[in-house]
């Protein structure tokens, strides 16, 4: 399907494509924004959606069989999160924005909205003319086709009418909707409850069955339907370490997915007797796979080659001989038509910084559709490899290492570049943005999959518990030690940069660790954790929420309190800095909110230690926005480049 020779992509609907560049990419090629963002085929193949930056606004667009666009929006500077297809004629559009909520207790909202584009013309909000109903969705649980008619289901904060009549909000959980995708029309079809409620739908849009998860006492529970007239399971899982994840293969059947035991468990329930029969037994699997139209599974992505694995054995041929025509690159299905005889696929590796293909399985031809960054060349692209070490207490790990072009690999200056999370996330082969443009700039980059990283199953991920401020920053230090012994890297000459939890470890790296680090640059890490936790339970509502008891069993919390948090918080530590730390911070940041940077910013100036603040205007704890994700890249690199040379 692919030829040795390039293949140059088409101009395919709104310019998403831009001419190559003959000098050395500039660091605004790497903080753009992907030229395709989100691909997705509709049902039968024959439409395209696209979804990508043109200049530094997103675009949308629909392209037919005939490749020529047949819709188009400007999305501007939404933050895209993603496109689903119900049927032939609609597409859902998902963004969100950083709000003030109705529910405000002094705190922003990450809050999402779905736009409904038609194929025929006309394009709404869900609950846009919803009287009643909060403007912005919580959860979407599918769509059902009635005699040609599509409905799409979702989550709604419905609001209580004053004496007055007038609405106000009176409490934050979830409802469900029936929407009507030609008119808007929107109609309750189940309550929800304090209870935090999940919904399986049946082709038919009739309720197959629900969960509920009282989180005070971690308790999840499975219904059949929309009541609670039979229950099929009931377990406990204080950090709900459990999933209602759609329909099973067969009519009457949902998938539960938990991961409480030893082993992740993902069964297939039958409503109407509650048996069980697991699925996917052994694999590391990272998502599933529906049928587009029925909502039955046909198999899942999972982490090991060849990156699906489907129920049907035709199917699983058919997706491994378009697999098998790439492979020398990181290949990644991002959709497929109904039958697999479209796939739509995006490769990264060598010389690859992300191509889009149409696959037609019937003609045995790959198409090229586009590229993620078109203006970094496959000569600009570091390459990748995984690196297997053990920490020092024995425990097998990896990570990637990413290589600057064209420079011999030995004696490098080294940035290190820890994964968010921490638990659950992992970071594998491919082209990483941020890695990349440290690479362009003479760095070997090396991105550690610490304990608790996700994709090395259960035990391996709970390695990780109580670890937040401990063996998580010596696997990384481990790691840096291993490249120094293959002569990869210049011991003497590393830095740490990170967002999220990798922000945190950066601060760490200077403040608790000692004598590793010429710099650190942390993006948007929590500095203070005593003061984060006392936010994130007044941000999630108290202390015997799911999200506190996770939090607390990742730092050791659970065990020492307020203690075990303050021996790990760099900024009480600032004092002790070793090296000079650059901190960065969006301010509409939901996660990790910007005083954390404040907090760490006053005790370094308090102690007389180096360091810069670079604060970030309307943007979220994701760098979701061009302009910011290169502020971001700009000052980082300078950073580093201005305490540790590359050459």
């Not at 736009?115 to 919803?130: D, R």
């Amino acid at each position: 399907m692919k030829s040795d020779h390039p293949i140059k992509a088409t101009a395919l609907a709104l310019n998403l494509l831009c001419a190559a560049a003959a000098a050395a990419p500039p660091l605004e090629s790497y903080g753009r924004l992907p030229g395709i963002e989100q691909a997705r085929l509709s049902p039968s193949g024959d439409s395209i959606a696209l979804a990508g930056a043109v200049g530094d606004k997103r675009r949308l667009v629909i392209v037919n069989h005939a490749r020529k666009a047949v819709r188009s929006a400007e999305l501007g500077d939404a933050k895209l999160r993603n496109l689903t297809w119900v049927g032939e004629e609609h597409l859902l559009v998902s963004i969100s924005s950083t709000v003030n909520a109705q529910m405000d207790l002094g705190h922003s909202y990450e809050l999402e909205s779905v736009y409904q584009v038609g194929m025929s013309g006309g394009a709404w909000t869900v609950f846009q003319h919803t009287p009643g109903v909060e403007h912005f969705v919580v959860g979407y649980f599918g769509a059902a086709n009635q005699a040609g008619h599509w409905t799409g289901y979702f989550g709604g904060i419905t609001e209580a009418r004053s004496a007055g009549n007038e609405y106000y909000l009176q409490h934050g959980y979830r409802d469900l909707y029936r929407v009507d995708l030609d008119s808007g029309a929107a109609k309750l079809e189940a309550k929800g409850s304090e209870l935090r409620h999940d919904w399986v739908l049946a082709p038919d849009g009739t309720i197959l069955a629900h969960s509920e998860y009282q989180e005070r006492d971690g308790v999840w529970q499975l219904y059949a339907g929309a009541h609670r007239d039979r229950q099929l399971l009931k377990i406990n899982s204080p950090t709900r370490e459990i999933e209602l994840a759609g329909q099973g293969r067969r009519a009457g059947t949902v998938v539960v997915r938990d991961a409480i035991g030893e082993r992740e468990r993902i069964q297939e329930i039958s409503i109407a007797d509650g048996t069980a029969e697991t699925l996917f037994a052994g694999r590391a699997v990272t998502g599933f796979l529906h049928d587009p139209v029925t909502g039955l599974l046909l198999g899942a992505a999972v982490e090991e080659h060849p990156g699906a694995v489907f129920l049907d054995p035709g199917m699983q041929e058919r997706y491994d001989s378009a697999i098998h025509a790439f492979p020398h690159d990181v290949v990644r299905m991002r959709s497929h038509s109904r039958n697999l005889d479209l796939l739509l696929i995006e490769t990264q590796g060598p010389g690859d910084s992300g191509t889009y293909w149409l696959v037609d399985m019937k003609t045995d031809q790959a198409e090229p559709l586009g590229y993620a960054y078109p203006d970094i060349q496959g000569h600009d692209v570091g390459a990748t490899r995984r690196i297997n070490y053990t920490a020092a207490d024995g425990l097998g790990l990896d990570g990637i290492l990413t290589l600057p072009p064209g420079r011999d690999p030995k004696a490098l200056a080294l940035v290190v570049l820890p994964h968010g999370g921490p638990l659950g996330v992992s970071d594998r082969l491919g082209f990483d943005w941020w890695a990349q443009a440290f690479a362009s700039r003479g760095y070997a980059v090396f991105q550690p999959n610490y304990r608790g990283s996700g994709g090395h199953g259960l035990e391996f991920e709970r390695a990780g518990f109580g670890q937040f401020g401990g063996k998580m920053l010596t696997d990384i230090a481990d790691g840096v030690a291993e490249l120094a012994r293959q002569g990869i890297i210049d011991s003497a000459r590393v830095c740490i940069a990170g967002g999220s939890y990798g922000g945190y470890a950066a601060l760490a790296g200077v403040t608790l660790q000692h004598g590793l680090y010429r710099c650190a640059v942390s993006v948007s890490g929590p500095s203070q954790l005593p003061e984060f936790d006392y936010w994130q339970k007044s941000y999630y509502g108290g202390r015997d929420t799911e999200v506190i008891r996770s939090w607390q069993r990742v730092t050791g919390a659970d065990k020492g309190s307020e203690t075990a948090l303050r021996a790990i918080s760099p900024a009480l530590f600032a004092a002790q800095a070793d090296a000079p730390i650059l901190l960065i911070h969006g301010k509409d940041d939901t996660r990790v909110p910007m005083e954390q940077s404040v907090y760490m910013a006053s005790a370094l100036k308090r102690a007389g230690k180096p360091y810069e603040f670079v604060t970030l205007d309307h943007e979220d704890h994701f760098l979701s926005r061009e302009v910011t994700r290169t502020a971001m890249l700009k000052s980082a690199v300078a950073f580093v480049e201005k305490y540790d040379p590359p050459r």
